[in-house]
């Protein structure tokens, strides 16, 4: 079992930043890489990062290159991404999730963190 909790949502103004973090535990987490994901009401979850637990295999998704960044604190088994330049598209629910090396799955997920961005 891996257990992932998000936090670090909340409304800012366009613009603006926020940093989310998820705390990871469980005793399996090497054989799992992390990634973000961000679903806005009434569409798909959409790829947002991705990161390994040594700091590389770093991902985009196009939307957020070049204003988001994904990083990690293995001490702290934990995940970040700081969100910079944010603008009213990027209002979603973010999730962390942990994908399985050895399949490519993401097979954890934490129950979410809402980040509001108003225009």
């Known amino acids: 079992q891996v257990q992932l909790v998000e936090s670090g949502g909340g409304l800012v103004q366009a613009g603006g930043s926020l940093r989310l973090s998820c705390a990871a535990s469980?005793?399996?987490?090497?054989?799992?890489?992390m990634g973000w994901f961000g679903q806005a009401p009434g569409k798909e979850r959409e790829f947002v990062a991705h990161?390994?637990?040594?700091?590389?295999?770093?991902y985009y998704g196009d939307s957020v290159e070049g204003r988001f960044t994904i990083s990690n604190d293995n001490a702290k088994n934990t995940v970040y991404l700081q969100m910079n330049s944010l603008k009213p598209e990027d209002t979603a629910v973010y999730y962390c999730?942990?994908?399985?090396?050895?399949?490519?799955?993401?097979?954890?997920w934490g129950q979410g963190t809402q980040v509001t961005v108003s225009s």
């Open positions: 999730s942990a994908q399985r090396i050895t399949t490519g799955a993401y097979d954890y």
């Open positions: 469980g005793r399996t987490l090497s054989f799992y890489d």
């Open positions: 990161i390994n637990w040594s700091g590389g295999n770093l």
